[in-house]
């Protein structure tokens, strides 16, 4: 204690001042530090919890994207189906429509035979009636009278005969 009293130090303002200095921390420790560490703590859960939630997020994010590849490939897959199906449906309806069409073209080249045949039978049989007039005219110019309806009826009838051979 002499060495303190010589150093100008007294010693009962040293242990007033140590007891002041051990109440001010006393109370800094409960009022200031208590909660400055609850609040450093929470503001640390915090941001472990918001490095979680990214964590969380980077994995949803990449499940998602797994996802929508997916589904694009899907999509991608379907599409290419509902072309090739536009497809057989445009070549079956394009020889659907080359069927018809040439059922359509040997039915007008049938019409069309038939109705040349009846032309041909019908110019045929006008043929044979002026022929057989014809016939008749210089038969009766050579003859020099006119036949009897028999008669008339057998030339006629030879003279088809012939004209069917020829």
Do not use: C
Not at 4 to 11: P, R, V
Request: hydrophobic share 45%; charged share 40%.
């Amino acid at each position: 204690m002499e060495l303190l009293d010589k150093l100008g130090i007294d010693w009962r303002l040293l242990v007033a001042q140590l007891v002041n200095f051990l109440i001010l921390v006393l109370i800094l420790y409960k009022f200031l530090y208590k909660p400055l560490l609850k609040m450093l703590e929470s503001r640390r859960e915090k941001i472990e919890k918001g490095l979680h939630d990214a964590e969380q997020l980077g994995v949803e994010l990449e499940r998602t994207k797994e996802l929508q590849a997916e589904e694009i490939k899907k999509a991608k897959f379907e599409a290419r189906e509902i072309v090739e199906e536009a497809g057989k449906r445009a070549e079956a309806a394009g020889a659907e429509t080359r069927a018809q069409t040439k059922v359509e073209v040997e039915k007008l080249i049938s019409a069309a035979k038939n109705q040349i045949i009846g032309e041909k039978e019908k110019m045929m049989s006008e043929v044979k009636k002026e022929a057989i007039e014809l016939v008749l005219a210089v038969a009766e110019k050579v003859v020099g009278k006119s036949m009897d309806v028999k008669a008339q009826k057998n030339l006629i009838e030879e003279t088809l005969r012939e004209a069917d051979k020829k």
